[in-house]
């Protein structure tokens, strides 16, 4: 199992950044794959943006372009840089952490709030 904790949330205004932080403990880091969503109000949860264990990315198209997600395995840490932050882009976000397309798991989540 892992555990995931999510910060660097916070309010940013439209056309600022920000960068999450997803800190996992509690297993094998590298046999992970990563990936970041989001929830509005009112809207189903969605990936934004995948890093699999082998390396490769996915990003939303809506994100595409501003968002880069990488990881660091020395800290055992997924990163999802924001920039050009829209006002759409506010949600709670959410680190998840996959193997064997089986086994899931999921932080707390951090608040993004960006203001138009």
């Known amino acids: 199992q892992v555990q995931l904790v999510e910060s660097g949330g916070g309010l940013v205004q439209a056309g600022g950044s920000l960068r999450l932080s997803c800190l996992a403990s509690?297993?094998?880091?590298?046999?992970?794959?990563f990936g970041w969503y989001r929830q509005a109000p009112g809207k189903q949860r969605e990936l934004v943006a995948l890093?699999?264990?082998?390396?490769?990315?996915n990003y939303a198209d809506s994100v595409k372009g501003r968002f880069t997600i990488s990881s660091d395995n020395a800290k055992n840490t997924v990163y999802l840089q924001m920039n050009s932050l829209k006002p759409e882009d506010t949600a709670v976000y959410y680190c998840h952490a996959e193997i064997a397309t089986k086994y899931h798991y999921w932080g707390q989540g951090t608040q993004v709030t960006v203001s138009s």
């Open positions: 509690g297993s094998i880091f590298s046999l992970y794959d």
């Open positions: 890093i699999r264990r082998i390396g490769s990315t």
